[in-house]
């Protein structure tokens, strides 16, 4: 299909867009789009401020949230197993690999797991890449990586040269149920469910806010300019 053509479809789909940019274009008035955006964006963003937040869930035993982790990337729980420290991200699989319109909830209760199990000993620590459900927790894969803090070559110099292992699907049967007993008994189960989900929720709507903030404050100094 050609560039023209395409216009043309684009223009047939959304007539109410082709007129906004001929109005606006005719009458040269970049105010005026400004004032469009600026209004929309107080919109979205008065409807987001109005919704109902889930209800507070605190995280399971033994794990702690990590303070100011909802203002950055990075661990979202701590906790303790002997002298192991056991630490968790999280983020939606949706985030990752786009859901497809059938999927439904189904993206949503769909979480991917970075948990690190490390020792004070080690200079690396045993991460376990999992997928997390409302009833059930499964490993993709397991390998050892340096520690963030190990004092170990910066992120940019890291070069996977150790063996990581098998495919975590092809080991034994055995060896991946001892996988999971291992981890589930480090308190990495389908129990964080419930938290993980409400701050994931908390999160979201905390950076649309801010997105929707920011933007309408550059857009704001522009026209002010």
């Known amino acids: 299909m050609s560039i023209r053509a395409a216009a043309a479809t684009a223009a047939a789909r959304h007539p109410?867009?082709?007129?906004?940019v001929r109005h606006f274009s005719s009458s040269s008035s970049s105010a005026a789009v400004d004032s469009l955006l600026l209004r929309s964006l107080k919109e979205h963003y008065l409807e987001v401020s109005r919704m109902t937040p889930p209800p507070k869930v605190n995280p399971p035993s033994p794990f702690t949230i990590v303070k100011g982790s909802l203002d950055r990337d990075g661990p979202v729980l701590r906790g303790a197993y002997k002298d192991e420290e056991i630490s968790i991200t999280?983020?939606?699989?949706?985030?990752?690999?786009?859901?497809?319109?059938?999927?439904?909830?189904?993206?949503?209760?769909?979480?991917?797991?970075?948990?690190?199990?490390?020792?004070?000993?080690?200079?690396?620590?045993?991460?376990?890449?999992?997928?997390?459900?409302?009833?059930?927790?499964?490993?993709?894969?397991?390998?050892?990586?340096?520690?963030?803090?190990?004092?170990?070559?910066?992120?940019?110099?890291?070069?996977?040269?150790?063996?990581?292992?098998r495919v975590f699907h092809e080991l034994?049967?055995?060896?991946?149920?001892?996988?999971?007993?291992?981890?589930?008994?480090?308190?990495?189960?389908?129990?964080?469910?419930p938290f993980l989900q409400a701050?994931?929720?908390?999160?979201?709507?905390?950076?649309?806010?801010?997105?929707?903030?920011?933007?309408?404050?550059?857009?704001?100094?522009?026209?002010?300019?």
């Open 16 to 20: 109410w867009r082709s007129l906004l």
């Open 90 to 165: 999280v983020m939606r699989l949706a985030n990752i690999v786009p859901a497809d319109a059938d999927d439904g909830d189904d993206s949503i209760n769909q979480l991917f797991l970075h948990v690190d199990v490390s020792k004070p000993s080690r200079a690396d620590s045993l991460h376990f890449l999992c997928g997390l459900y409302p009833d059930a927790l499964g490993i993709h894969s397991v390998c050892l990586r340096p520690k963030a803090d190990s004092g170990a070559a910066p992120e940019s110099s890291r070069v996977v040269s150790k063996y990581q292992g």
């Open 172 to 193: 034994d049967q055995k060896l991946r149920d001892a996988f999971h007993i291992f981890i589930e008994s480090r308190g990495v189960n389908e129990k964080l469910f």
């Open 199 to 225: 701050w994931l929720y908390v999160k979201d709507h905390r950076n649309l806010m801010r997105w929707f903030k920011s933007v309408g404050a550059f857009i704001n100094e522009q026209k002010s300019a």
